[in-house]
């Protein structure tokens, strides 16, 4: 599979007061088109400053990202971005259909309708398009969000703890939802989480950060094939495993066997 994106030597330093502070220290990574990859680190280590520099949002102090081959100088246009706060990224005013056609502007209005209308009925809203997103639960308002991404077809799709504000059940049924649609559709999926399960159950590949600065401290391959189950999955041998490798990792275990250590 080609690399969709590459982060090499990623290093940033926000200037401050009291002094600099280095938040990404030497970060290096890629991913291939069609992969999941997770992102799991401690709090703070730097997680938001590493997705602000894929999105073009800030310019690294050190090293570059890649976007298909192509150095990330500015906001691309071939991303989308799922945030945790849903309520924050939907337009309350508007409809559910015209949310999700939001970033769809520049096509034709009867190509915009259909784009929506698939991605809305890809993630079971079909019925909901003349709602208003205040009229709907918070995990149906994620949807909405995972559905305007998708409608928008991004080469790479970033998500930044897409599930942390929603119940234990409808997140179940969320991270079913992304993996479902992400293998009909063929997204390339990076997605931050603090919770070490979810990193599990949903990647490809596990990427475990350091404490800030963050740096990349194992490359994990999850062997847990494509068809996943809440309850089985989650049981298996070597999801269990995987879990303690990362924990470990997390708690800055120094020699983990079968990881890449980077
Ligand atoms: N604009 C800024 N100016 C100065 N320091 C910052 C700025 N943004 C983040 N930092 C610092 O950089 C470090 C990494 O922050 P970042 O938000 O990237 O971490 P994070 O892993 O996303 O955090 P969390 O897990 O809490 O979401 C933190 O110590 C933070 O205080």
Same mark, same amino acid.
């Given at each position: ?16 007061? *009291? ?13 291939? /088109?069609?992969?999941?990859?997770? @992102?799991?680190?401690?709090? =703070? ?27 990330? #100088? ?7 971005? $799922?945030?945790? *706060? ?37 993630? =079971?809203? #079909?019925?909901? =398009? ?33 599930? /942390?504000?929603?119940?234990?059940? %409808?997140?179940? !049924? ?6 479902? $649609? ?5 997204? %390339? ?5 603090? *919770?070490?399960?979810?990193? $599990?159950?949903?990647? *490809? ?10 740096? +990349? +401290?194992?490359?994990?391959?999850? #062997?847990?094939?494509? /068809?996943? #189950? ?9 999801? @269990? ?15 983990? !066997? ?5």
């Amino acid at each position: 599979m080609p690399t969709m994106l590459e982060v090499a030597d990623l290093g940033h330093t926000y200037p401050g007061k *009291d002094g600099a502070h280095n938040a990404v220290d030497g970060l290096s990574f890629t991913v291939d /088109a069609g992969e999941l990859v997770c @992102v799991v680190g401690p709090s =703070g280590c730097g997680k938001s400053t590493l997705l602000r520099a894929i999105a073009g949002l800030i310019t690294p102090t050190r090293g570059t990202v890649s976007l298909r081959g192509t150095r990330v #100088d500015g906001v691309p246009s071939e991303l989308a971005v $799922v945030f945790q *706060d849903y309520s924050r990224s939907l337009f309350p005013w508007l409809t559910v259909q015209r949310n999700v056609e939001f970033p769809l502007r520049g096509l034709p209005r009867s190509q915009r309708a259909a784009r929506a209308r698939e991605a809305l009925a890809s993630v =079971g809203l #079909d019925q909901a =398009g003349r709602k208003h997103p205040g009229q709907l639960s918070g995990g149906m308002q994620q949807r909405v969000a995972i559905a305007r991404a998708l409608a928008y077809r991004p080469s790479l799709l970033l998500m930044d703890e897409p599930f /942390a504000s929603v119940d234990a059940q %409808t997140r179940f !049924e969320l991270e079913d939802l992304l993996l479902r $649609v992400r293998r009909e559709q063929d997204t %390339t999926v990076l997605l931050v989480t603090h *919770d070490i399960d979810e990193s $599990v159950y949903l990647g *490809d590949r596990v990427l475990v950060l350091t404490k800030s600065p963050a740096s +990349v +401290v194992a490359d994990l391959p999850v #062997d847990l094939g494509d /068809a996943r #189950d809440q309850i089985k999955t989650r049981a298996s041998e070597t999801f @269990v495993d995987l879990r303690a490798k990362v924990a470990e990792l997390l708690r800055g275990a120094s020699h983990i !066997e079968d990881a890449k250590l980077i």
